[in-house]
């Protein structure tokens, strides 16, 4: 089993770096198709006072930025491909738009998507794609690389377990990498009491995973369960990949994420996919 089509958000500034380099790269790992996007739009015009001509100019000058940065992406999304050796297995998608409603649209057919953790100081939705946005509609894994991180390995993974529905989506989700990887650790925070169900558990999760081909472990921590439990656990454990579920909900029309999912994205040391 594998990821036949990675999907990815292409800019020019620097913090996209990262993510087109690991996607560029697990494109290769996986002899997948990598599908770039190349998507921006623009605040929409005031109430007109009479200016026609000043907001015509305007108009005509933010539309000319915007292609010539998707222009600039495209060629940066050719250069990245052709240093992986991805010559022709690459698909380019492009249009003024919102990048949410872009990715989420392409997303129908990718397997998994690459994303940052880390934004820039000043983004916009007009430029960006919401994270949590992007979680909870596109219907797809993702994968989000951490700013300034080592390459991707992957070969030690922490299946962050919690017995709910997204958990059970990230397990099938992240199947590709547990296949790949030379050990994963299933772990579940445990508070005071339900010490043996979490047991049970994660035993059943580690005996699923074995039925495909993995060498899987249960772990049950003692602890809060905030984040620091997690990522204490996965440094222990050597991993630089945290599967995780991705819990989130509307707040006044915006998706965001709360509790560990988002304690995990803002501090950034490790990959994360998160499915929900």
């Known amino acids: 089993m594998g990821y036949a089509a990675i999907l990815v958000h292409v800019q020019t500034h620097k913090e996209a770096k990262g993510r087109l380099d690991c996607a560029c790269a697990l494109a290769r790992s996986f002899n997948a198709t990598l599908i770039g996007v ?18 015509g100019e305007w108009f005509g000058l933010m539309r000319k930025t915007a292609e010539d940065n998707m222009a600039k992406a495209r060629e940066l999304f050719d250069a990245s491909a052709v240093a992986a050796g991805l010559t022709g297995s690459t698909i380019w998608e ?24 880390k934004h820039r100081q000043h ?25 300034d991180a080592a390459a991707f390995v992957g070969d030690q993974v922490v299946l962050a377990w919690k017995d709910t529905r997204e958990a059970r989506r ?55 369960g905030d984040v620091h439990d997690i990522e204490k656990a996965a440094d222990a454990f050597g991993a630089d990949l945290i599967v995780a579920g991705g819990y989130g909900h509307s707040r006044l029309g915006e998706w965001v994420f709360g509790g560990m999912t988002r304690d995990l994205l803002a501090r950034g040391k490790h990959y994360v996919l998160l499915s929900h």
């Open 170 to 224: 990230a397990l099938t989700d992240a199947l590709p990498f547990f296949e790949r990887a030379k050990a994963v650790r299933v772990v579940e925070i445990c508070g005071k009491g339900g010490r043996d169900d979490a047991e049970l558990r994660v035993k059943d999760v580690a005996a699923a995973l074995a039925r495909h081909g993995v060498n899987a472990a249960g772990e049950v921590i003692n602890g809060v």
């Open 38 to 55: 190349g998507a921006e739009m623009f605040p929409f015009l005031a109430p007109d006072y009479g200016y026609y001509a000043m907001q």
């Open 123 to 147: 983004e916009t939705t007009y430029e960006d794609a919401p994270l949590g946005e992007l979680v909870v509609t596109a219907g797809r894994p993702v994968l989000v690389t951490p700013h």
């Open 94 to 117: 492009s249009g003024l738009r919102l990048p949410i409603e872009a990715l989420a649209e392409a997303s129908r057919g990718a397997d998994l998507i690459v994303a940052s953790g």
